[in-house]
C-alpha cells in the first residue's frame, strides 16, 4: 500500500476486527508515511499519533503509547486545528496510562480519522 489513506483504512479494518497488533502496524506505516511528506513536527500528525497511541492503549504498551500520546500533546499545544479531542483530554489519558488504571477506567474518547 502505497497511499496513506488506504494504510489507514486497513488499520482501522484491523482494528474493528480486535487484530489490535496488526492494527497497530498500520498505524505505525502511517505515521512514518505521513512524517515523510509533512515532516515530523507538522500538526497533520496529530491523529496518525492519536490512533497509534489509543491502539497502544488497548495493547497495554503504556510505556509506547505515553511517548506517543506526548508527542501528540506538544502538537495540540501548538496547533489551533479543531479536532474531536483535545489536549485536556489528552493529559487525563497520560496520567491514567501513568496510575495504571485498567483499560476500563481509562477516559472515553472519540476515535479520531486520519
Request: net charge negative; glycine share 4%; proline share 2%.
Amino acid at each position: 500500500m502505497k497511499n496513506i489513506a488506504d494504510v489507514v483504512v486497513k488499520a482501522e479494518m484491523l482494528e474493528e476486527r480486535g487484530e489490535y497488533r496488526k492494527a497497530e502496524r498500520m498505524y505505525k506505516k502511517a505515521l512514518v508515511m505521513q512524517e515523510k511528506s509533512v515532516g515530523e513536527d507538522h500538526p497533520e500528525l496529530a491523529d496518525y499519533l492519536y490512533n497509534l497511541g489509543m491502539i497502544q492503549c488497548a495493547l497495554d504498551k503504556n510505556i509506547e503509547a505515553e511517548q506517543v500520546l506526548n508527542r501528540l500533546l506538544t502538537l495540540l499545544q501548538d496547533d489551533t486545528t479543531e479536532r474531536d479531542y483535545d489536549a485536556q483530554e489528552i493529559v487525563l489519558l497520560i496520567d491514567s496510562i501513568r496510575n495504571g488504571n485498567e483499560e476500563d477506567e481509562l477516559p472515553t474518547l472519540q476515535a479520531a480519522t486520519a
